[in-house]
């Protein structure tokens, strides 16, 4: 076992510098091979990395499956050991790759939740801007729809990455990759209204701080603290769907493939590494065309 964990610790430095993936992903794919190293190191008593063949691997995804693993964490577990040992075989510490033939589990297709334009006008409507704190949050939610970034980019946006002038925020994602998103104008109208109007009056005069959104305590706005202010207008707006920042993310995505976005452009705009993840969403689309039609054509 030892020294799978010491092989391991090279795998997760080469994913960590080479492809440079992000910190929930690294701990994700470390939990995942401890376990499978355990199995088959030490529950199997195979003693050698090199000895590992498939029906060892399949041992260890049948006890998942036992264990009431879901199809989506065999699939992780399954994509983790063969990523792993094709590693082992590019660095020659093993010859032979025992996942070639294993196969992954089918997945249900889950569609994402999403607003209707409807919902997010009412949701974004209906958010008070007397007070500096609904100024704050309706230059968040409107950005984060015009641009369909993750709540953790939000959340590490500082002044120099918004570009008002020019209409473009610069966003630093998975893996720490730039991309660069064109705003619209209500993004822009509200977030310029924020930080001329609002943002000075949430600092403290002790606190210094380059975050776009801060809380009533001047420091940096937290992803539970976004939660609830989204939440919370949510409820006020009267919208019974259950809705995260993600959902703004989806819903973003989905209302420019419905409107004829090209798919590779929203690929980017999503800083998404593979297409057939954007993909998703042109499912969203039929999915969407087919209650239009059923609830608006008189033979359907």
Not at 63 to 70: H, M, P, V, Y
Not at 110 to 135: M, R, Y
Not at 240 to 253: D, N
């Amino acid at each position: 076992m030892k020294d799978g964990l010491i092989h391991l610790e090279d795998y997760m430095h080469f994913l960590r510098i080479e492809r440079q993936l992000a910190d929930n992903t690294l701990i994700s794919y470390k939990k995942d091979l401890i376990e499978y190293l355990n199995s088959v190191l030490e529950t199997q008593r195979i003693h050698n990395l090199d000895l590992v063949e498939r029906q060892h691997i399949i041992v260890h995804i049948r006890k998942l499956k036992e264990e009431g693993k879901s199809a989506r964490t065999i699939a992780r577990h399954i994509s983790s050991i063969r990523s792993f040992h094709q590693f082992l075989l590019r660095e020659k510490v093993t010859t032979t790759d025992p996942t070639i033939h294993l196969e992954q589990p089918q997945l249900e297709q889950k569609l994402p939740n999403f607003l209707s334009v409807e919902e997010l006008t009412i949701l974004l409507n209906n958010i008070d801007v007397s007070k500096p704190q609904g100024k704050r949050d309706l230059a968040m939610f409107e950005l984060m729809y015009a641009s369909g970034m993750r709540i953790s980019e939000c959340l590490h946006l500082d002044l120099e990455d918004l570009h008002l002038t020019m209409g473009f925020v610069r966003v630093f994602g998975k893996g720490g990759k730039e991309r660069i998103i064109p705003l619209g104008g209500a993004a822009i109208r509200a977030c310029q209204s924020y930080i001329e109007e609002a943002r000075p009056k949430l600092l403290k005069p002790t606190e210094r701080t380059d975050a776009i959104f801060v809380n009533q305590r001047g420091k940096r706005l937290t992803r539970q603290g976004i939660w609830k202010l989204l939440n919370k207008h949510a409820m006020n707006a009267g919208i019974q769907k259950e809705i995260t920042p993600h959902v703004l993310r989806h819903s973003f995505a989905t209302h420019l493939i419905e409107n004829g976005a090209d798919l590779r452009a929203v690929q980017e705009m999503l800083g998404h590494s593979d297409i057939s993840t954007t993909q998703i969403y042109t499912h969203v689309s039929k999915t969407r065309l087919k209650e239009v039609y059923k609830q608006f054509h008189p033979r359907a």
